[in-house]
Antibody
């Protein structure tokens, strides 16, 4: 059974940093591209970033490029999102998601339960 | 970036109704489109990939169609558990973009 479990969310001050983790199980992690998607309170879904199975290729939304980085540890079956210079508008539930057929532009067939990030003083 | 525009933004329907949601891309995206259902407080769930392929485990009353710029998600007979918000997502290029969502409510 595929499981994705996010952790690392919380309350952080503007300008602060946070690292999210997504522990994956139930599939061959290193074969699948993975992504982070966020949802601000009461708003729609926003794609944030994704990473190839090898970790060599990454993409970012304009809204986070230069502030966020994505990485993965295939030996630990874990995906990460390092978030720096956080702003109030980064407040959201952050979901990690698995691609269906391994490719970067695939549909997301499994999602974690989400972790809440609140940026506020 | 490709803009994805869903319509309507919300709709009210009754159990047993046929419901159609539209997603329009600002440029052609072949059939690189997926649909998701999100119930309140829950993670999104994949319904349709590649515009028309029903995801394993998704009820057969859901269907998708379209290619190029215009896409449709149809629920053939609305059930109580289908009241949720639905999103389209383009997989043609980066940055990936979602539609703004369509909330399906009980009439």
């Amino acid at each position: 059974e595929v499981q994705l479990v996010e952790s690392g969310g919380g309350l952080v001050q503007p300008g602060g940093s946070l690292r999210l983790s997504c522990a994956a199980s139930g599939f061959t992690f290193n074969m699948y591209a993975m992504a982070w998607v966020r949802q601000a309170p009461g708003k729609g879904l926003e794609w944030v970033s994704d990473i190839s199975g090898s970790g060599e290729t990454t993409y970012f939304a304009d809204s986070v490029r230069g502030r966020f980085s994505i990485s993965r540890d295939n030996s630990r079956n874990t995906l990460y999102l390092q978030m720096n210079s956080l702003r109030a508008e980064d407040t959201a539930v952050y979901y990690c998601a698995k691609t269906k057929f391994q490719l970067l532009l695939d549909a997301f067939d499994f999602w974690g339960q989400g972790t809440m990030v609140t940026v506020s003083s | 970036a490709i803009q994805m525009t869903q319509s309507p933004v919300s709709l009210s329907a009754s159990i047993g109704d046929r419901v159609t949601i539209t997603c329009r891309a600002s440029q052609g995206i072949r059939n690189d489109l997926s649909w998701y259902q999100q119930r309140p407080g829950k993670a999104p769930k994949l319904l349709i990939s590649d515009a028309s392929s029903l995801q394993s485990g998704a009820p057969s009353r859901f269907s998708g169609s379209g290619s190029g710029t215009d896409f449709t998600l149809t629920i053939s007979s609305l059930q109580a558990e289908d009241f949720a918000t639905y999103y389209c997502l383009q997989g043609y290029n980066h940055p990936r973009t979602f539609g703004q969502g369509t909330k399906v409510e009980i009439k």
